[in-house]
């Protein structure tokens, strides 16, 4: 059975920081995957915004959070994290962690943002609100 659960979204001041989990099942754990995070404000699209290569560890960024947010696992804990810093407005949305099957993972993270379509398990969401 495939799950991913997303927790940890709150609301912050601008400057703050949270940090957002994603409980990952047995078989995505053990799977070699892409493990993203994407989010998703309302009234636009879906945009990616960090990705981790289980294979190697390689982390992979979206501009506009690069050098703020962190993406790591856990393995043991069957957990992905993504560590927000110097949270802005901007930020505000529901956050999505999502994973790939093994056979598209390299390419996955390697393409992104194009390889989102390459994702094929969803956690339902969690809401972050960063106030001015």
């Known amino acids: 059975q495939v799950s991913l659960v997303e927790s940890g979204g709150d609301s912050v001041q601008a400057g703050g920081s949270l940090r957002l989990s994603c409980a990952l099942s047995p078989y995505i754990n053990r799977s070699i995957s892409c493990m993203g995070w994407f989010r998703q404000a309302p009234g636009q699209e879906r945009e990616w915004v960090a990705a981790?290569?289980?294979?190697?560890?390689?982390?992979f960024y979206a501009d506009s959070v690069k050098g703020r947010f962190t993406v790591s696992r856990d393995n043991a804990k069957s957990a992905l994290y993504l560590q927000m810093t110097s949270l802005e407005p901007e930020d505000t949305a529901m956050y999505y962690c999502?994973?790939?099957?093994?056979?598209?993972?390299?390419?996955?993270?390697?393409?992104?943002?194009?390889?989102?379509?390459?994702?094929?398990?969803w956690g339902q969401g969690t809401q972050v609100t960063v106030s001015s």
């Open positions: 999502a994973a790939t099957p093994p056979l598209y993972a390299y390419r996955a993270c390697t393409t992104l943002p194009e390889g989102r379509d390459l994702f094929d398990y």
């Open positions: 981790l290569y289980t294979y190697y560890g390689d982390t």
